[in-house]
Structure formats: C-alpha cells, structure tokens
Nanobody, 126 residues
C-alpha cells in the first residue's frame, strides 16, 4: 500500500521561502499523479499543484509563478518549493497521489486521489 508523509512545514515571514517534502513508500507498476493540496480552517481543501509521471506540471492561479512542484524519477520524493509566501498561504498542506493507470495525461486536480499524507502546517506571518 502507498503511504505518504509530508515534512518541512513551519513558520516563515511573508516574502520568505519554504520547501515541503513528501516521501512516498510502497511499490507500484504504474506512475503516479502527484499533487499538493492545502486547507485553511473552516474552508474546503484547495488544490495547489499537480505533477504527472512524465514531468508535466500544473498550478492553481493563486500560486502560479511562486510555487514549484518536483520529484525524483521514481516519484519517491516529491517537493513543493514555495517562494514569495503570503499570509493567505497559511494552511495545512497535504501531499496526495493517484495511480495514473499508465496514462500520465489523466493527471488532473479533478481526480479522486486515493492516497494522502497526514499534512504539515505552514504558517506565514506578516
């Protein structure tokens, strides 16, 4: 079974940078659609970024140009580099994964991601 564990969360001043990491364990034949989501208190979970097994990426408009998702070739370590952080970036950040079934083009925020990490808190202060 696939397991995900996030790390790297913490407190940072606005304008600063922070890099989150997601360690994936478990065996798979297919590649994964990897994603980062975030959730603020009292709000729905929000999609942040996706990375398919062919290296393609997509970002929410709110983080476009500031965040970068990346992974090693085997998708065992997935990172979210966050620059120019803003107060509204404060949230619990979650790593998610879904088997792409051999078709990396199916990677989309609309997927029902099966695997989730426990989350890591990011707090941005003014």
């Amino acid at each position: 079974q696939v397991q995900l564990v996030e790390s790297g969360g913490g407190s940072v001043q606005s304008g600063g940078s922070l890099t989150l990491s997601c360690a994936r364990s478990g065996m798979t034949y297919y590649g994964f659609c990897m994603a980062w989501f975030r959730q603020r208190t009292g709000q729905e979970r929000e999609w942040v970024a996706t990375l398919n097994s062919d290296g393609g990426t997509d970002y929410a408009e709110s983080v476009q140009g500031r965040f970068t998702i990346s992974a090693d070739i085997l998708q065992t370590n997935i990172s979210l580099q966050m620059n120019s952080l803003e107060f509204d970036d404060t949230a619990m950040y979650y790593c998610a994964a879904e088997d792409d079934g051999g078709d990396y083009e199916y990677c989309s925020p609309s997927l029902n991601f099966t695997y989730w990490g426990p989350g890591t808190q990011v707090t941005v202060s003014s």
